[in-house]
């Protein structure tokens, strides 16, 4: 089965937005082998908009020839030959966000035509819908005609969250559906789509079914398609942090090909990785915000499959650093109960606690701890 922890893998759209090559497709699949990401998970490597010829050839949707010469069947196979899997992206309306075709009325032979070129992943955007027409409905119809091929494709919905899709998007056969609008590179597009947007959702999600708060930006510094000032380090860290905790899929947006030794070490991080894909397929929820003055702290907490749970101490105020602390029986534990507690950046073990966790936390950094109850003495 699909998706059975939250789908990894990269979305060209972030960085080369119009400008997607199969050269440019190829050689990240190259540096996914290369930089270590397949290796802890990476897997799909998807083509967002603008792959698409400008009419369809005897009703069937095609490629452009100037960006992909050698064909789409061509690419996903070599993406297969790297051990990966390929996706692609098309819309529920009569034309895609960018103004190329689209699948609406078209639904069957487009999902045979994806089987047939090898496609494991269809995005599926929400533009040019037809006035009226109920927007679950063209999920359903995709769905349907994905199953029916028989070639297991996972489906991502992306109608940013207008339908409120974690009620009804599983019963399409979607492994994944959009919460939110677009993300851009910027503290300000982070606060708002992951802190502020996400809680209350975790009901929703579990092993193939996900929320989806859009790819991560992590890496961009600014640069790319949808760059908005760009995030500083400790801003990425805290964003890939609250992904992990949200059981949300790691798509990365950056230029793999060329990533710094920060953006490597947020991105390939074992410990909080293994956060995101914990079999238990638990979805993180808000403990808690703290107000000191206008300075905020924020916790979030995951439960995990071997009885322990991942935290995360946001700080989401101006100020140089302050104290954010984690109280055990806001997590369920009894405050008597002694704890161990691992950082999981640092990779260093912290010790016996009881009663409460409390560490010093950067302006917009995180300490991102895995709590692990210990027996009573």
């Keep these: 089965m699909l998706a059975q922890t939250p789908p990894m893998g990269w979305n060209s759209w972030n960085t080369f937005g119009p400008e997607v090559n199969a050269q440019v497709v190829m050689e990240t699949a190259d540096a996914f082998v290369r930089e270590g990401l397949s290796e802890v998970g990476y897997e799909y490597v998807v083509i967002d908009d603008l792959w698409e010829a400008d009419e369809r050839v005897q009703g069937r949707l095609t490629w452009d020839v100037e960006k992909f010469p050698d064909g789409i069947p ?53 533009c040019y819908a037809p006035p009226g027409v109920d927007g679950p409905m063209l999920y359903r119809r995709m ?111 950056c230029d793999v090909r060329a990533m710094n030794g920060v953006t490597r070490g947020i991105l390939l991080n074992r410990e909080a990785i293994a956060v995101n894909q914990d079999p238990l397929g638990r979805q993180g929820y808000q403990v808690g915000t703290v107000f000191h003055g206008r300075q905020a702290a924020d916790v979030w907490a995951k439960p995990l499959a071997d009885g322990s749970i991942a935290v995360g101490l946001f700080n989401l105020g101006e100020r140089e650093r302050r104290r954010v602390t984690v109280a055990w029986e806001s997590l369920g534990l009894h405050d008597r109960r002694p704890c161990r507690v691992r950082d999981l950046w640092a990779s260093d073990d912290l010790g016996l606690h009881r009663g409460d966790f409390s560490t010093m936390v950067g302006s917009h950094d995180v300490a991102l701890i895995r709590i692990t109850p210990q027996p009573c003495e």
């Design 74 to 126: 061509a690419l996903a196979e070599y993406v297969h030959g790297k051990g990966l899997k390929f996706g692609i992206y098309s819309c529920a309306g009569s034309h895609t966000c960018a103004g190329k075709p689209a699948s609406y009325g078209y639904e069957e032979v487009d999902a045979l035509t994806w089987a047939e070129w090898g496609v494991d992943y269809l995005k599926y955007d929400f």
């Design 143 to 253: 769905g349907q005609a994905l199953r029916a091929t028989g070639r297991p494709i996972l489906f991502s919905v992306c109608e940013w969250g207008r339908h409120k899709p974690w009620e009804w998007a599983a019963s399409t056969g979607a492994h994944m559906w959009r919460t939110t609008g677009d993300i851009q590179d910027a503290w300000e597009s982070v606060l708002n789509i992951g802190f502020e947007r996400q809680s209350g959702l975790e009901a929703y999600a579990g092993p193939g079914h996900w929320n989806d708060p859009d790819m991560l930006v992590v890496g961009m510094y600014g640069q790319g398609n949808v760059a908005r000032g760009g995030c500083t380090d400790a801003e990425y860290r805290s964003h890939f942090s609250l992904w992990c905790l949200l059981a949300s899929p790691l798509m990365i947006g």
